[in-house]
């Protein structure tokens, strides 16, 4: 069954530190990866993609990590700011049908404190 | 900025009424989607579209029928509105291929 599983489910850090936030998932066949930021009562906006062959790639403060042997992702949120308080969701691709289902995380509630 | 837009944001709404929820895209994407999320859960896909005048159902049974008449256009319609139906609707298109989805606000209904 194809499935995408994150870790932890809430976090809360302070200003400024860094946090790291896990992915494992069991989608085959895999095509790619997304992690999304998702803000209360918004629609999710995509971070970073990355493709099976891609072990890293960052935007800005987030970098995202993709081991596809193991079939873990991590998001890594350096210098955290209070804007950076969101669900993070991780949302797998597959490459079995054209429609390309995406199979989504329950995501990481991310409270960032002063 | 995605050019995706779910009109309304918010509806409150009377049990037994009829509703649509709409959702526009001018990137000319041919898949289009509606989830069904309830707060601390992930999407469910409950519709989807690979083009103009084809619709499925997705993974979670819905209520609700969409429709697809012009490429930009994927209105989502409850016939009759229940407290079960209260949650979050997002809606969200691709292009070609394995493309990013780009997701609409999102629709807060809740029917009392």
């Known amino acids: 069954k194809n499935q995408v599983e994150q870790s932890p489910q809430s976090l809360i850090i302070l200003e400024g530190k860094n946090c790291t936030l896990q992915?494992?998932?069991?989608?085959?066949?895999?095509?790619?990866l997304r992690w999304y930021k998702q803000d209360t009562g918004r629609g999710p906006v995509s971070l970073t993609i990355?493709?099976?062959?891609?072990n890293t790639k960052s935007n800005g403060r987030y970098t995202a990590t993709l081991d596809a042997d193991t079939k873990q992702s991590s998001l890594h949120i350096t210098a955290s700011q209070l804007s950076d308080s969101a669900s993070y969701i991780c949302?797998?691709?597959?490459?079995?049908?054209?429609?390309?289902?995406?199979?989504f995380g329950r995501g990481t509630q991310l409270t960032v404190w002063p | 900025e995605a050019d995706i837009y779910q009109t309304p944001r918010y509806l409150v709404i009377g049990t037994g009424k009829k509703i649509t929820l709409e959702c526009s895209q001018t990137?000319?994407?041919?898949?289009m989607y509606w989830y069904q999320q309830d707060p601390g859960m992930e999407l469910h896909l409950i519709h989807y579209?690979?083009?103009?005048?084809?619709?499925e159902k997705g993974d979670l049974s819905s209520e609700s029928t969409v429709s697809r008449i012009r490429t930009e256009h994927f209105p989502l319609t409850l016939e009759s509105a229940r407290p079960s139906h209260t949650s979050q609707y997002l809606c969200?298109?691709?292009?070609?291929?394995?493309?990013?989805?780009?997701f609409g606000q999102g629709t807060r209904l809740t029917v009392v």
């Open positions: 969200a298109s691709r292009g070609t291929g394995n493309t990013e989805a780009f």
């Open positions: 992915c494992n998932y069991t989608v085959s066949p895999f095509s790619n």
């Open positions: 990355m493709t099976f062959s891609e």
């Open positions: 949302v797998v691709s597959d490459r079995g049908s054209t429609l390309g289902r995406l199979y």
């Open positions: 990137m000319g994407h041919d898949k």
């Open positions: 579209s690979y083009g103009v005048n084809s619709t």
